[in-house]
């Protein structure tokens, strides 16, 4: 079992950047699962942001944020991050880090959800026009 602790959220302005973090701790280990980020704004779904491969070789983006974040891990550091750029006010939303303990046996990284056992508590992004 992980768990899992998102940092780095906060208020910035349209166009600005921030870095999100998300510390996995626990008696496993962090190369064992891929590593994704959803995102939930309020009154809307979760939705999907972006997913890391467990040894960082592939990574997976959802289309509204392509170009503009990435993705990566750091498995020395059992971390994964999400660098985000070009920030707008459509991308304010809890953005929570997930951890699929799968991620090694499939062909593919996750998009769904329902496949990341492990979800932290979530860091809010404020953008601001």
């Known amino acids: 079992q992980v768990q899992l602790v998102e940092s780095g959220g906060g208020l910035v302005q349209a166009g600005g950047s921030l870095r999100l973090s998300c510390a996995a701790s626990?008696?496993?280990?962090?190369?064992?699962?891929?590593m994704g980020w959803f995102r939930q704004a309020p009154g809307k779904e979760r939705e999907f942001v972006a997913a890391?491969?467990?040894?960082?070789?592939?990574?997976v983006y959802a289309d509204s944020v392509k170009g503009r974040f990435t993705i990566s891990r750091d498995n020395a550091k059992n971390t994964a991050y999400l660098q985000m750029n070009s920030l707008t006010p459509e991308d304010t939303a809890v953005y929570y880090c997930a951890a699929d303990p799968n991620g090694r046996t499939r062909t593919r990284v996750s998009v769904r959800g329902r496949e990341y056992d492990y979800w932290g508590q979530g860091t809010q992004v404020t953008v601001s026009s």
């Open positions: 890391v491969s467990w040894n960082g070789g592939s990574t």
């Open positions: 626990g008696r496993t280990t962090f190369s064992y699962y891929a």
